[in-house]
């Protein structure tokens, strides 16, 4: 799903770094956001809603609509689509609205 | 209809295309710009003066076809990518079109390649004469296709055999 | 909390109109404050791959994504000691003594009391009701954008653009740039809305455009797998049977954007519901300066409209906020340039309806 090569852009990618999303391992790069880096992984579904449990995926990739809610790091209610990817985040699908005092 | 589908009108192809006698003449401009939009780099683009000085940012393009020496310099200039040059004294058979192409792979020169028309249904058979894609182009490179001369003003894209 | 911050003037919003803001504003001699949520200023610019229309001094046949470097450039030049970027920080509020509260990545909320505030916050992406429509697959263009030109990532790999606007058909045609297919464009106008050289461009590099169609409907299971389109009839009723099915994983909703106008209501400047602009736009003089003498606004916060106007609206409200404040250097010559390039970027039939969204603004019909 990346782009190899492009007509315009160069695209500078960082260095790889890899974290784990519900405990499987994968592999971005410095400076691409989780969401994205969830996105070149294959993984479609992000959450689910509240009351019908209908999926929801990558929508506004600029922290406004909410669909991209996970837990990082054991931080609940994190905007994935806007947060950097680190060596090692553990990142988890997040069901309900989560504990808002948990703490990393 | 223009506006409907995105695909000029014989009509308004018609309006801009040179004389036969301009034509006879060597490589010469085709504006495909049918809509008053604020923007005018292709008159900065020209230096022969072959486009007209605009009065309004708005206005069409007007070209003087014969002040056009079909250089090509305003192609990568138009941020529509809807200008291109054609050469109808190439040969007996073929004339020459030069166009934007802003795609990778870029087309190896003497490639066979199947030329497109506005709506992008192949038309005919073409081959790549040359593809420049010097700095000053900024990303926007320009083919030039060698197309039977009863395509001229048609062929405005390509696709590559085999290749997507 | 730490302590008050007082720069002369703030910036809320990086983008073309902020940019230019700031960039007049520190030619005449203010200090700046910008401040963006973002990583790195340019705001939309920084996913615009495509050459921009207008006149040349606002860049014309420059790539978007080239701009932001050269506004960066100018304010080097101009002065950096002037110019105080405060990226990763999102402004939360503006409060009635005009103190601006912001929240910086991993460090402490901040308040800053500068004396003028240049809200220059863009504009968000219009949602399309429909069944489905909240499908994994389904996405904003802008997100589309995100993901292939920043990021390198392709969204899927068959796309239905909803919208023939401006940015329906440049997204549409970066697609393609980035190896992905577009199954076709639909827009329920009778009419294409974006400039027709984009759309001819995509027509000839083989993408169907097709005018009075909507979208019924989205399915898949846990994403995208399909679309139910079908075209509407000149009052925009769906034409029984004219249903058609297209097995795509994308939807791209490129349906219109609206002023990002939270902070103008909080600040309570005076606003009106004007369509031709977008939505609801704050009220302003020529001068760009709203309702709140110390308020300024400049882009797409003020009016939808290309990102052109929008770096000219921003030289107005950066050349004014700076004025006020006392840097008063050739400022009636330069508002008359800027004003008079304005006027031209909106002359053609392309502004008829910006020219006719300002008059309604200003108390006309």
Known sequence: MRIKEHPIIDFKRGKPVSFTFNGREITAFEGETIAAALHAAGVRVLSHSHDLKRPRGFFCAIGNCSSCLMKVNGAYNVRICVTPVREGDRVEMQEGRGDIIAKA | MLEKTGVPDPEQVKDITPSEERLQKGPVVIVECFQNIPCDPCRHACRQGAIKEFEDINDLPEVDHDLCNGCGLCISECPGLAIFVIDATYSEEEGLVKMPYEYLPLPEENEEVTGTDTEGRPICSARVIKVQNAKALDRTPVVTLAVPRQHLMKVRSFVRKGGE | ?365
């Not at chain 3, 209501?265 to 736009?281: D, F, M, R, T």
């Not at chain 3, 003498?293 to 921003?314: K, T």
Request: one cysteine or more.
């Open chain 3, 1 to 365: 909390m730490t302590s008050l911050q007082k720069p002369e003037i703030a910036i809320v919003g990086g983008g073309p109109a902020g940019l230019s803001a700031a960039l007049s504003a520190v030619r005449q001699g203010a200090e700046v404050m910008l401040i963006d949520r973002d990583p790195a200023l340019g705001g939309q610019l920084v996913k615009q791959t495509h050459m921009f229309f207008g006149s040349r001094k606002e860049y014309a046949a420059i790539r978007g994504i080239d701009i932001p470097g050269k506004l960066m450039a100018a304010l080097e030049e101009e002065g950096p000691e002037k110019f105080k970027p405060l990226l990763d920080t999102t402004v939360l509020g503006y409060y009635d003594d005009g103190v601006i509260l912001a929240d910086k990545e991993e460090e402490q909320a901040m308040l800053i009391k500068p004396q003028k505030t240049i809200i220059a916050t863009g504009a968000a992406e219009k949602m399309l009701p429909f069944p489905g429509n909240d499908l994994p697959g389904v996405y904003g263009a802008g997100a589309v954008q995100t993901l292939m030109n920043v990021y390198g990532i392709k969204p899927g790999t068959r796309v239905l653009m909803i919208g023939a606007g401006n940015i329906g058909l440049i997204v549409s045609y970066q697609l393609l740039q980035a190896g992905v297919e577009v199954a076709a464009i639909i827009e329920g106008a009778p009419k294409i809305g974006g400039y027709l050289v984009h759309a001819t461009k995509a027509r000839r590099a083989g993408i169907p455009i097709k005018t009075s169609h909507t979208i019924k409907e989205a399915y898949g299971k846990d994403s995208v797998e399909g679309a139910l389109i079908c075209s509407l009839d000149e009052n925009w009723c769906a034409i029984p049977g004219s249903d058609l099915d297209m097995k795509v994983d994308v939807i791209c909703l490129a349906v219109g954007l609206t002023p990002q106008t939270e902070l103008l209501w909080q600040a309570g400047c005076e606003q009106k519901y004007i369509p031709e602009l977008g939505g609801y736009v704050p009220l302003r003089n020529e001068k760009m300066q709203t309702s709140l003498p110390d308020l300024y606004v400049a882009g797409d916060v003020a009016c939808i409209e290309e990102a052109g106007s929008a770096m000219v609206e921003g030289k107005i409200a950066g050349l004014y906020a700076a004025a006020d404040l006392g840097y008063a250097e050739k400022v009636e010559e330069r508002y008359t340039s800027y004003y008079r390039e304005l006027e031209e970027l909106r002359a053609g039939p392309t502004g008829a309806k910006i020219r006719q969204g300002l008059s309604r603004l200003n108390g006309g019909v």
